[in-house]
T-cell receptor
Framework: SAVISQKPSRDICQRGTSLTIQCQVD?????MFWYRQQPGQSLTLIAT?????????ESGFVIDKFPISRPNLTFSTLTVSNMSPEDSSIYLC????????????FGPGTRLTVT | TQLLEQSPQFLSIQEGENLTVYCNSS?????LQWYRQEPGEGPVLLVT?????EVKKLKRLTFQFGDARKDSSLHITAAQPGDTGLYLC????????FGAGTTVTVRA
């Protein structure tokens, strides 16, 4: 299994600002994903981070609001732009194992509060 | 992508009791996974079920996949405080689609 770290673990931000979340994996992985978990709710996939090309966004999520970088096979960033209180959530990255989507490992998450 | 319904939403039991949580859909699952998420952590995969009627055991946890592959259950025998967490089912397609989860609290 992969070991995944995220930075920061939590942050409190003012509305209108942006926050970049980092995801680091201890081994090279093909697929990396970003999820959002709003308070008391389940996980929703934001996008798939593709190495060397633009991320693939799910319905309801756009690149201007959630720009994603994937410079190599062990690292990705998610930026939450022009934040509002509705963006207060836990943001999690996950990576696939050798079996693809059947085997995913999650980072510990970044708890974001927007005031 | 289909909507997954999990029940109950919350469950609080005493240590040593048994519990069952459910995951249902109106459509057939391609395959289904169960995760447990503890506070401050990401979800951890417990099991993947693929075949209708499949039963898998993981120590005190028993997972069943319905014959028609539209429902699944997770049964915990003799629950312990360490079983406390959010239990999530997820359909596996090209991505994971999660249910809303069942929050389980096991009181010592």
């Amino acid at each position: 299994s992969a070991v995944i770290s995220q930075k920061p673990s939590r942050d409190i931000c003012q509305r209108g600002t942006s926050l970049t979340i980092q995801c680091q994996v201890d081994s090279q992985v093909t697929m990396m994903f970003w999820y959002r978990q709003q308070p008391g709710q389940s996980l929703t996939l934001i996008a798939t981070a593709n190495q060397g090309s633009e991320a693939t966004y799910e319905s309801g999520f756009v690149i201007d609001k959630f720009p994603i970088s994937r410079p190599n096979l062990t690292f990705s960033t998610l930026t939450v732009s022009n934040m509002s209180p509705e963006d207060s959530s836990i943001y999690l990255c996950s990576v696939s194992g050798t079996s693809g989507a059947y085997e995913q490992y999650f980072g510990p998450g970044t708890r974001l509060t927007v005031t | 992508t289909q909507l997954l319904e999990q029940s109950p939403q919350f469950l609080s039991i005493q240590e040593g009791e048994n519990l069952t949580v459910y995951c249902n859909s109106s459509s057939v699952f391609s395959s289904l996974q169960w995760y447990r998420q503890e506070p401050g952590e990401g979800p951890v995969l417990l099991v993947t079920v693929v075949t209708g009627g499949e039963v898998k055991k993981l120590k005190r946890l028993t997972f069943q996949f319905g014959d028609a592959r539209k429902d699944s259950s997770l049964h915990i025998t003799a629950a312990q405080p360490g079983d406390t967490g959010l239990y999530l089912c997820a359909e596996v397609d090209y991505k994971l689609s999660f249910g809303a989860g069942t929050t389980v609290t096991v009181r010592a």
